[in-house]
């Protein structure tokens, strides 16, 4: 077995594995062992990073030279994996407002608990920052790196068995 084709076998275990590992915090609902922040906003639907499970949908992986990469097409994976601010638009307000109508707010007598979340959220003023917690899904964890321990063992297990029948074969 040459040197590349061990390389490449241990990085298609670890994208699978990964993947597999990665897609299961959406289960979790937390990166690995530690929870995701609850949100603030009491919400009847399920978990906000799992409601329409878009995000869980977006992530593809892909080997680089010698790495795994993981990635998302949706424009708002980033803050929801890492945390961080985001500054209130009109265009914001615009759909925030629809989501309300949308959610029951025409019900005046009794608006559903999603409605009253967007009607606050139209209600901020333009230029508010609201502040992202990180919800981890995607990056580097013990766990991680012991999946990488454990794909490199397998992969010289393999390896060994391989160079010993050749070496067999060869007497």
Known sequence: M??????????KDLKIDLTDDFDRNFERKAFFDKAWPRNK???????????TN???????????????????????AKI?????????????????????????GYNKGNPTIEAIQFKNLALMPVGKRIKI????????????????????????KHASTDIANQFRSKL
């Open 80 to 104: 929801q994996n890492d945390g961080g601010e985001i500054v209130v638009t009109k265009q914001m307000k615009k759909y925030f407002w629809a989501m309300y109508y949308q959610a029951g």
């Open 2 to 11: 040459s040197l590349q084709k061990f390389i490449d076998n241990i990085l």
């Open 133 to 156: 917690p990180a919800r981890r899904f995607i990056g580097d964890h013990p766990l991680v790196r012991e999946n990488v321990r454990s794909a490199i063992r397998e992969n010289l």
């Open 41 to 51: 906003l009491v919400n009847r639907r399920g978990s906000q990073m799992a409601r």
């Open 54 to 76: 878009n995000l869980r949908r977006s992530i593809m992986s892909r080997i680089q030279s010698t790495e795994v990469v993981f990635s998302s097409s949706l424009p708002y």
